[in-house]
């Protein structure tokens, strides 16, 4: 069974229509790449999947459960969107910290808040809190930053607060990962370290959604990829086919910048 099955998804901001009837499927360990140009609807759909944004039509299922059906109203109500987010890990391009919390702080909020909701957390309020200090403590290892678990947003580099941000969206054990363009805001260097971590990431069979420019990590870490353009779908399928063997004119020219360099 898919991990995440997506059909007919569209979305509009006012008159003008971003996603147009997309549909695709993804398997439990599977990483998809989404790639093509800019305004081409990519980080609309990763809204629309982690449910910062509401589709106008569509259905969305998680583990063979409807998440979302667009048509009927019981599932697009906020208490439960809110819950369903938690199936989603979004990583975004600007890093999105908080100022005022150490990288530790950051990757334990989250998880906090919600410790916060269950009915036996003052009586077992310090045991909650250890246990996600600990957590926090390992991904933050696993990401190399061993040593700046206290520092804060602005003590840190932008590839360390990136990686800061991977372990927070890692902390609440989605589903699904998914990256919006997380080395847009990177230079060289530091797009080298975010990326082997998520290489690392995809060789532990985690299940990842990335949108990215980063042709040569799309082709040689993605177990299929997406292309679209102006809101469409126009091809996907595993990266041998979309990056050897494109059949649409289209993908031709958008990879052609690539395949050149």
């Known amino acids: 069974m898919s991990i995440l099955e997506v059909e007919h ?5 006012d008159r003008t229509e971003v996603l147009k009837d997309i549909s695709f499927s993804l398997e439990k360990g599977q990483v998809l790449s989404i790639i093509g140009s800019s305004g081409s609807g990519k980080t609309t759909l990763l809204r629309c999947l982690n449910f910062l944004e509401r589709p106008d039509n569509g259905i969305i299922r998680v583990n063979g459960e409807t998440l979302l059906d667009a048509s009927n109203p019981a599932t697009t109500q906020e208490a439960e969107i809110r819950k369903k987010r938690l199936h989603f890990g979004l990583v975004f391009q600007s890093f999105n910290l908080f100022p005022q919390y150490t990288a530790l702080g950051n990757v334990m909020l ?19 809190h250890d246990e996600i ?40 054990q989605p589903d699904i990962l998914c990256f919006d363009e997380p080395t847009s805001a990177l230079d060289p260097e530091l797009t ?15 299940t990842m959604i990335i949108v990215t420019h980063e042709m040569a990590f799309a ?7 997406i292309f679209m353009d102006d809101g469409y779908i126009l091809e996907q399928g595993d990266p041998i086919q979309v990056f050897e063997h494109p059949k649409e004119e289209r993908t031709k020219q958008f990879l052609s910048r690539f395949t050149q360099g």
């Open 219 to 225: 082709r040689d870490v993605a177990s299929q990829v």
């Open 133 to 172: 200090e600990a957590q926090a403590e390992h991904l933050l290892r696993e990401m190399g930053l061993a040593d700046r678990m206290n520092n804060y947003p602005h003590q840190l580099s932008g590839g360390q607060c990136q990686r800061v941000a991977i372990a927070r969206a890692l902390a609440l």
């Open 192 to 206: 080298g370290e975010v990326l082997k971590v998520m290489k690392e990431l995809a060789d532990q069979n985690t």
């Open 9 to 13: 998804i569209c979305k509009s901001f």
């Open 110 to 128: 989250a998880k906090e808040l919600l410790a916060k909701e269950q009915p036996d957390y003052k009586a077992r309020k310090k045991e909650i």
